[in-house]
């Protein structure tokens, strides 16, 4: 495997992120906090492009929102995949747009043959403006929506059918949306088709700062729980490695931390790999 | 015409994030409320931390939590629209400027212009900067020098570059006590990969002003010899900071 466990870039690291000699090593950025005419931070990641492998992870493209994604963003965000020439380009299941606004968070919606041709329509546009495939990540829910006619797996597979997009499986998205809503984590796990996943993403949570909410929040501000890395192995375990994320996005602590979560990642990704030889 | 579902979906979830009704049978379920709770924090953070990274000397000034108050009045009148929220707060300076809380400290609006303008230097276009033996070399007095596009100058009734320049690292301790309380010009550049703050003098702003006009050095340099300045001496103070673009080839 040329790429296994991967780290969000942060700025402050762009040192560490240069001289580590780490195999397998990637980034990942948020295209938004790149998709800007010029200066130091889109060189930083030009020079850390010579060195890694970079993933696109956008916010911002609401592929879920009846709206579709603005042009100028698309001819932005290919302006930036064609400089970069990243690993993989992805975003969310989720809207952001309405009426000219963003909404900075990746809003809910109800399951429905309609909202899936939306989605369809949206992701074949990205698609076509990018010229290769999104992947598309399960966000955290908060609450079960009244009018779903699917589940989220079959929404993912349907749009991966109709799309050819692949999937990026957030292991804490699925934790935090089964505490919220009741369900059973490992059992989404195990529901999910292997060979769409393209990407996998790990982060911590939070509990709710409402002391009256129980909801858990899917925050990227600390360590991943022992709950996310038993989901993760059992996922690795069914489906082989993928090339694996730790998110951070607040909190940040020192390079050394999130290397030593990302050498556990990819710690099981080489364990998974060994036993799939002596099967 | 009616409504899809989704579209009738997406408008009343973004209506009530916006507090503008939660009369419908979806915000029946407390739940739901919760939720909608939990998305309305998430992006009111996300928008705020954009403004705090954006104007951290404003931030510094007033303090994290009046800070937090103006951003918070700012984020419901202004709120995000474009989804780089790297380029999130334009209009923040006027908005402080009439922001009734902070009327005891008019600078503070004057420092957000300058940090805005520290926004749009970073991630501006790349060029290539033009040097002093270039300048003297293709010495044209009819010719305009081009601003780099990283450039952005900016005069403000307050010390207010003063201000921002005693709040970076390694600034003097007594920068502020030592603050003369004037009307300044600020030159903000990017020099190599760093954004650079300069209070400079109005020599320097007429000549600013006059190579923005498109006016030719020979102009630009009466612009300075108006004000009894030094033309050689602010052209090469400016060509350091970075201010011009190499001429065409």
Not at chain 1, 121 to 128: E, F, I, K, S
Request: negative net charge; glycine residues 6%.
């Amino acid at each position: 495997m040329d790429i296994t466990a991967g780290l969000g870039f942060k700025t402050e690291h762009l040192a560490e992120a240069l001289t580590s000699r780490a195999a397998g090593l990637w980034f990942e950025v948020h295209a938004e906090n790149y998709m800007v005419e010029g200066g130091p931070r889109l060189a930083a990641l030009d020079a850390l492009r010579q060195r890694r492998p970079i993933s696109l992870h956008g916010v911002g493209l609401s592929i879920a929102s009846v709206q579709p994604p603005s042009p100028e963003h698309l001819t932005r965000l290919k302006a930036l995949a064609d400089r970069i020439e990243p690993a993989a380009v992805s975003d969310h299941l989720a809207w952001q747009r309405w009426d000219g606004g963003h909404h900075a968070d990746f809003l809910p919606f109800p399951r429905t043959e309609a909202a899936l041709d939306i989605v369809v329509g949206n992701v074949d546009r990205v698609q076509a403006a990018l010229n290769r495939p999104l992947l598309v990540e399960n966000p955290s829910l908060y609450a079960d929506l009244p009018g779903h006619e699917m589940g989220e797996v079959e929404f993912l597979a349907q749009l991966a059918q109709r799309t050819g997009c692949g999937l990026l499986v957030d292991v804490n998205n699925i934790f935090v949306s089964a505490a919220n809503l009741g369900f059973k984590a490992e059992t989404r796990i195990d529901a999910i088709a292997g060979e769409l996943v393209g990407e996998i993403h790990l982060a911590g949570h939070a509990r709710d700062s409402d002391p009256a909410s129980p909801l858990l929040i899917d925050s990227h501000d600390a360590a991943i729980s022992d709950a996310v890395w038993a989901l993760y192995r059992r996922l690795i375990a069914r489906i082989g490695p993928r090339p694996t994320l730790i998110e951070r996005d607040d909190q940040i602590p020192a390079f050394d931390v999130l290397m030593a979560e990302r050498n556990v990642a990819e710690a099981i990704m080489i364990a998974a790999e060994g036993d799939y030889e002596y099967v | 015409m009616n409504m899809s579902e989704p579209e009738a979906f997406q408008q009343a979830f973004a209506l009530a994030l916006a507090g503008e009704g939660t009369a419908g049978a979806l915000f029946a379920d407390p739940a739901i409320v919760r939720a909608l709770a939990v998305h309305r924090n998430t992006s009111a953070k996300a928008a705020h931390d954009a403004l705090a990274a954006n104007f951290p000397v404003v931030r510094a000034l007033v303090g994290d939590d009046s800070f937090a108050g103006c951003a918070c009045a700012f984020i419901e009148s202004h709120p995000p629209r474009d989804p780089r929220l790297c380029f999130y707060g334009e209009g923040l300076a006027a908005f402080i400027a009439e922001y009734a809380p902070f009327s005891q400290a008019p600078y503070l609006g004057d420092v957000a212009a300058i940090e805005r303008r520290i926004t749009e230097t970073l991630f501006a276009p790349d060029a290539e900067p033009l040097d002093q033996a270039e300048f003297l070399d293709a010495l044209d007095l009819d010719a305009p020098l081009i601003l780099h596009p990283a450039v952005r100058f900016v005069a403000v009734a307050s010390p207010a570059a003063s201000i921002w320049l005693a709040h970076q690292p390694g600034a003097p301790s007594d920068a502020l006590e030592r603050l003369a309380w004037r009307e300044e010009a600020a030159l903000i550049s990017r020099p190599g990969w760093s954004v650079q703050v300069a209070v400079i003098d109005r020599c320097a702003l007429a000549f600013l002003t006059a190579c923005q006009r498109g006016e030719g050095l020979g102009e630009a340099a009466l612009a300075v010899t108006a004000l009894d300045g030094v033309v050689s001496t602010v052209v090469a103070s400016l060509i350091s900071a970075g201010a011009f673009r190499a001429q065409p080839t």
